[in-house]
């Protein structure tokens, strides 16, 4: 099956810096990423969808100044949480699909911690 | 606004009786259908995916899809306390470019 990967899968930060969490498609070219963000016990919420290439689209009430999405290549896309602040605690989970797949492969996710 | 719905649970089944999910989606032209699990603490895996009306079996698990009815559903035979899980509904159109709209999940306990 095909193989997402993130890293890193755990990180804590103080306040006010920024972190970059990277997201690969291992043994597929990813023309579509998702990203994610999971508040314990609560439903994923869609932040945004990237294609190789192009800027990312994001969904209502996203920051795309705060999240910064870079899908430079068919294997690697990377959310950047800009000047960090407590409330971004949360976990961050990719998820990638190919071009000639109707099915989406998720990461393990990242779980970010705000200090 | 495409919309999925799921009893959020928990749906509560002993150990080796069937456990049903069900899944309602708001959108007619919607033509791909998924089934994740999550385990608690990880993200979703990949369970099923079903595009045709009809039942698919893949092992313990049976992916039903109504189209008319606009419900999929998920059937778990003999059901496992690792089993134990949220599983959630995913419901995309056709082609590549489609953005997945995901319902919140049921919570799954299999009791010993």
């Known amino acids: 099956g095909a193989v997402v990967s993130q890293h890193p899968s755990w990180v804590i930060c103080k306040s006010g810096t920024s972190v970059k969490i990277e997201c690969r498609s291992l043994d597929f070219q990813a023309t579509t990423m998702f990203w994610y963000r999971q508040f314990p016990k609560q439903s994923l919420m869609l932040m945004a969808t990237?294609?190789?290439?192009?800027?990312?689209?994001?969904e209502q009430g996203v920051e795309k100044d705060k999240f910064l999405i870079n899908h430079a290549s068919l294997t690697l896309s990377t959310l950047t949480v800009t000047s960090a602040h407590p409330e971004d605690s949360s976990f961050y989970i990719c998820?990638?699909?190919?071009?000639?797949?109707?099915?989406?492969?998720f990461g393990p996710g990242t779980r970010l911690l705000v200090l | 606004q495409k919309e999925v719905e799921q009893n959020s649970g928990p749906l509560s089944v002993p150990e080796g009786a069937i456990a049903s999910l069900n899944c309602t989606y708001s959108d007619r032209g919607s033509q791909s259908f998924f089934w994740y699990r999550q385990y608690s603490g990880k993200s979703p895996e990949l369970i099923m995916s079903i595009y045709s009306n009809g039942d698919k079996e893949d092992g313990r698990f049976t992916a039903q899809l109504n189209k008319a009815s606009q419900y999929v559903s998920l059937l778990i035979r003999d059901s496992q306390p690792s089993d134990s899980a949220t599983y959630l509904c995913?419901?995309?159109?056709?082609?590549?470019?489609?953005?997945?709209?995901f319902g919140r999940g049921t919570s799954l306990i299999v009791h010993p």
């Open positions: 998820s990638a699909r190919g071009v000639d797949q109707e099915t989406q492969y």
């Open positions: 995913a419901v995309g159109a056709s082609g590549g470019s489609y953005i997945p709209t």
């Open positions: 990237s294609n190789e290439g192009s800027k990312a689209t994001y």
